[in-house]
Antibody, heavy 115, light 107 residues
Framework: EVQLVESGGGLVKPGGSLRLSCAAS????????MNWVRQAPGKGLEWVSS????????YYTDSVKGRFTISRDDAKNSLYLQMNSLRAEDTAVYYC????????WGQGTLVTVSS | DIQMTQSPSSLSASVGDRVTITCRAS??????LGWYQQKPGKAPQRLIY???TLHSGVPSRFSGSGSGTEFTLTISSLQPEDFATYYC?????????FGGGTKVDIK
C-alpha cells in the first residue's frame, strides 16, 4: 500500500524558512517522480514542484523559483521541500504526491505564514 | 504554460442525477489528463488517468472521455458520497496545471 506522510508544517513569520518532509513507503521510491502540491485555504490545487528519479530533472512553479528547493534522499525514502523567504501567499496545506501523473497523495501539512 | 479551464465552477444535483464536468486545455495535451475528487479536509484522490482509465477501486459510475483539448468527467448516477469538489490535472508538460475545480453539492 502506497503511504505518504508529510511533516514539518507550522507557523512562521514572513521572510522565515521551513523544511517540509515526506516519508514514503509501499513502493519503489527511488524510481518514482515525486511532487509537492499546495492548496491555500478555501482555494484550488496548485502544483509547486517535481523531482524525477535520481534528481535528474527538477521543476518549479514560477512563484517559488529561487525561494523553494525540492530534494530527495532515496536511502531514506524521503522527499523534502526547503522553503525560504516565505510570504503570506505561501500559506497553504502542502501535499506530497507520487508519480509524474500524480496518483497518490499524502494527508498534507499546513504551513501558515503570518506575523 | 498550459491553462486548464474547468466548468462549471459549481453545480447542484440530486442523488441519481447524471453529472458532467468539462475541462478545456489551452493547447493539445493528447490524453494526458487526470481527474480527482476532494472532500472537505481531505487529500484529493485520483478517479481517472489517461483521460478515460479508471483508477483502481473507483466505482464504475465514474467515467472520463476526451482527447486533445476537450475532456469530460461523467458521474452516471450521483451517490451521496459523491458530493465533493472535482479537479482536472494536465500531466502533458511542466508546469503541471490544475483546473479551477467544480464543487458538486446537494440540490
Amino acid at each position: 500500500e502506497v503511504q505518504l506522510v508529510e511533516s514539518g508544517g507550522g507557523l512562521v513569520k514572513p521572510g522565515g524558512s521551513l523544511r517540509l518532509s515526506c516519508a514514503a513507503s509501499g513502493f519503489t521510491f527511488s524510481s518514482s517522480t515525486m511532487n509537492w502540491v499546495r492548496q491555500a485555504p478555501g482555494k484550488g490545487l496548485e502544483w509547486v514542484s517535481s523531482i524525477r528519479s535520481s534528481s535528474s530533472y527538477i521543476y518549479y512553479t514560477d512563484s517559488v523559483k529561487g525561494r523553494f528547493t525540492i530534494s530527495r534522499d532515496d536511502a531514506k525514502n524521503s522527499l523534502y521541500l526547503q522553503m525560504n523567504s516565505l510570504r503570506a501567499e505561501d500559506t497553504a496545506v502542502y501535499y506530497c504526491a507520487r508519480d509524474g501523473w500524480i496518483d497518490y497523495w499524502g494527508q498534507g501539512t499546513l504551513v501558515t505564514v503570518s506575523s | 504554460d498550459i491553462q486548464m479551464t474547468q466548468s462549471p465552477s459549481s453545480l447542484s444535483a440530486s442523488v441519481g442525477d447524471r453529472v458532467t464536468i468539462t475541462c478545456r486545455a489551452s493547447q493539445g495535451i493528447r490524453n494526458d489528463l487526470g481527474w480527482y475528487q476532494q472532500k472537505p479536509g481531505k487529500a484529493p484522490q485520483r478517479l481517472i488517468y489517461a483521460a478515460s482509465t479508471l483508477h483502481s477501486g473507483v466505482p464504475s459510475r465514474f467515467s472520463g472521455s476526451g482527447s486533445g483539448t476537450e475532456f469530460t468527467l461523467t458521474i452516471s448516477s450521483l451517490q451521496p458520497e459523491d458530493f465533493a469538489t472535482y479537479y482536472c490535472l494536465q500531466h502533458n508538460s511542466y508546469p503541471r496545471t490544475f483546473g479551477g475545480g467544480t464543487k458538486v453539492d446537494i440540490k
